[in-house]
Structures are given as C-alpha cells and as structure tokens.
C-alpha cells in the first residue's frame, strides 16, 4: 500500500458537474481529491481486505442470529424495548440487506482492523461506485497513471443485481433528507442502479411520508409505501413521531429492521466478546465494564450511535490528544484499543471497504491531516498496481 502524487484531470470538475456529483467541494474546500491515489497490490486487495471483509461480515451476522432475541444483548446495544419486535421480525423474515461498508485501518503491513461498521445508511458509493472508475479510466487514457492499473470496484454493477433481487411487484420509494447535497446525490445515484434493475421508482423527502388510519405509510399523491430505501437511520426513526407506526406498517424497510443491531458501535465489544483474539478485531469493550480496564490508559472512546466522527475521542497514556465535538453520546461509550492510523505523507487514511447483498466489492479511501475521520475528510481514487 503505498500513497503516489500524480496530475490532476484539468477538467474534473466539469466532469463531475455533468456525473451529478455536485458536492465535489464543500465549503470552498475538496471533498473529491485526485492529486494523489492509493495504490495496493492484488494480493493486499484479495487476502488482506476483501478476503477479511468477507468474514468479519460473517461474524456479524453470526452476532445477530445471537442478538435479535436476547435481552442482555439489545439493552446493552440501547435499543428501546419497543422496537424489539420489529428487529427480531425482521431477521426471521430473512429481510434482505443492500450494502454496508467496513471502516479498516489498513496500512499493508499488517492485519486489517475493523473500526467500525457503516450498516444502515453508510454514504460516499456514488464517488466509490462510479466516480473513482470514471478517474482510472480517464487517468489511464491520459497516462496520468500506468496503464496496467486496475481497480477493486463492481459496487454499480452488484447494486444493480442486489435490486433485481429485492424487486417484489412493488414501486420502490427512497427516502432520506433530500435537502443535504450529499444525502441527495446518494439517494438519486441508488435511485437510478435501481432503474436499471428495472424498478420503478419515486423519490421522497421523508419529512413528506404521510401514513393511513389502518397504518399503511403513504406518499404525497397517496400512494402505499411498500418498498422503501431509506437513507435515514434507524435510531432516528425510533424516535420520530411516526417511529410508534413502525410495526403496524406493511412497509419492507432497506436497510431492514434487524441492520440497527449492526449500525451501533456497541457491536465492537460484542464481536470482541463471541471472536476474542481474532486477528482483524481491536479489544473493545463497553465503558461500564471493568474490563475495560485491560486497555490501559491509551484506547478510543466512541459514542453506541455516532456519525461522520462525532464525540470520538483518542486518548493516550491517560491524556485526550484528540477529540471531535458533536451531539452524541447520552446512550453511553465503548472503548476499542488505540490503533493509529497509518501515516503517509502527513494524511491518515481510513480504507471503506463495501459489500453488496453481503458480497466484498469495492474501496473507498477518505484521508485528513486529523488522524478522526470526519465529515470534511476527503475522499482519494485508488488502484491496483
């Protein structure tokens, strides 16, 4: 794994503009950043990421054949007993699950560590699924970048067979915050591998889904909702107003129901707990136990529910060297060994490795000079050398 400077495309932007990827740059800063590339070699990709994504998927399903029907599980997970039902429902109707990304610390030299799970509504496949192709085949034809490079990516073409698998007869609505610009152009770029899946679709902000008396959701021309992609998470709707309708509705939730068990960072501690030792797991434990203790005075501290870095804090030999503010952390903590991010050329990347339908298909990487991931933090191409 190495980080490699290279030329800029003169003309990305405009490229970008005309893909629809409209959030390239926020705040006068780049979010999309092709001066530089990670490269890997194919047996990195194949044994060291892909291979250990596929199991640590594995693990956590395993985790939630455990979880759906132990209460130990759910309220250390903080998950309202309400919606217990649901979650436990959902798993048995064996719901199916879209996509999911792993968050590695990976620096070629050692074994990938999971940092966490991105498994309700992980953000930024339009720019690994479609966008950093666009940039190797462009980077390739300019000689930017060798012309034997490759690229660790079928997320497009997966998603598009993943939805083929998830029609039913059903329209398929998708749903999230439509006035964020990157939530926005995620939702509009599934919207569309779901239409060439041969799905037929309509777009909706969620503040606009109404429901019936006999508990049906509905659109704004009143339709049924009854397949709904929702890039919204799961936490949130337990405590929306209509979070009380959840389980009187007929509506197939994608991500499903039992995916909140999997979008929680408490999941650390519990993989720890059922794979002790295993080789792409960190010790974590949850912060009331004691035996958190085994990690010393040098460990993260993450928030149960927690976005874009928010509320984490790195702390070593008993001191905060690093700390992110946001709004988190009134449902507790768990503490994961620190493993610091590998440093290349003063930026620390954090490797998003994606599946789809289960399936380890593609890379994302985001890097800052902050060794916390955020949402600023900008996102590199990379290649297969």
């Given at each position: 794994m190495k980080r490699l400077a290279c030329s800029e495309r003169e003309d990305w932007r405009l490229t970008a503009d005309q893909t629809g990827f409209d959030f390239h740059t926020v705040d006068g800063e780049r979010y999309w950043d092709e001066r530089a590339f990670y490269a890997f070699t194919l047996d990195e990709i194949e044994n060291q990421i892909e291979a250990p994504t596929g199991e640590i998927d594995a693990m956590c399903l395993e985790l939630v054949a455990c979880a759906v029907d132990d209460e130990e599980y759910l309220r250390r997970l903080k998950i309202p007993e309400t919606f217990w039902p649901l979650i436990s429902e959902s798993w048995y109707r064996d719901e199916a699950s879209l996509?999911?990304?792993?968050?590695?610390?990976?620096?070629?030299?050692?074994?990938?560590?999971?940092?966490?799970?991105?498994?309700?509504?992980?953000?930024?496949?339009?720019?690994?699924?479609?966008?950093?192709?666009?940039?190797?085949?462009?980077?390739?034809?300019?000689?930017?970048?060798?012309?034997?490079?490759?690229?660790?990516?079928?997320?497009?073409?997966?998603?598009?067979?993943?939805?083929?698998?998830?029609?039913?007869?059903?329209?398929?609505?998708?749903?999230?915050?439509?006035?964020?610009?990157?939530?926005?152009?995620?939702?509009?770029?599934?919207?569309?591998?779901?239409?060439?899946?041969?799905?037929?679709?309509?777009?909706?902000?969620?503040?606009?889904?109404?429901?019936?008396?006999?508990?049906?959701?509905?659109?704004?021309?009143?339709?049924?909702?009854?397949?709904?992609?929702?890039?919204?998470p799961w936490e949130w709707m337990f405590h929306d107003d209509f979070g009380a309708r959840l389980a009187r509705a007929p509506t197939r939730w994608i991500e499903p129901p039992w995916k909140a068990i999997l979008s929680n960072k408490g999941i650390l501690p519990l993989l720890w707990e059922m794979f002790p030792d295993h080789p792409n797991l960190l010790p974590a434990f949850f912060e009331d136990d004691p035996d958190a203790a085994h990690l010393g005075t040098s460990f993260v501290r993450k928030p149960l529910y927690s976005r874009e870095g928010a509320n984490i804090a790195l702390v070593s030999d008993g001191m905060t060297v690093m700390e992110q503010q946001g709004p988190y952390g009134a449902e507790g903590f768990i503490r994961q060994a620190l493993a610091r991010l590998p440093n290349f050329s003063g930026q620390y990347p954090v490797v998003g490795s994606w599946l789809v339908d289960h399936i380890p298909c593609g890379l994302s990487i985001r890097e800052d000079e902050n060794p916390i991931t955020g949402n600023t933090s900008r996102f590199l191409p990379h290649a297969i050398l």
């Open positions: 996509y999911g990304r792993l968050d590695l610390r990976f620096d070629g030299r050692g074994p990938a560590k999971l940092l966490e799970y991105n498994a309700d509504t992980p953000t930024s496949i339009f720019e690994a699924a479609v966008f950093q192709w666009t940039w190797l085949e462009q980077a390739i034809e300019r000689g930017i970048i060798p012309a034997h490079a490759d690229q660790f990516n079928s997320i497009h073409e997966r998603l598009i067979e993943a939805w083929k698998k998830l029609r039913e007869g059903h329209r398929l609505h998708l749903t999230g915050t439509t006035e964020n610009p990157e939530d926005a152009g995620t939702l509009a770029y599934l919207e569309d591998t779901a239409r060439q899946a041969g799905l037929e679709t309509t777009l909706i902000d969620i503040e606009h889904i109404g429901w019936r008396e006999d508990g049906s959701f509905v659109d704004l021309d009143d339709h049924g909702i009854g397949l709904v992609f929702k890039l919204y």
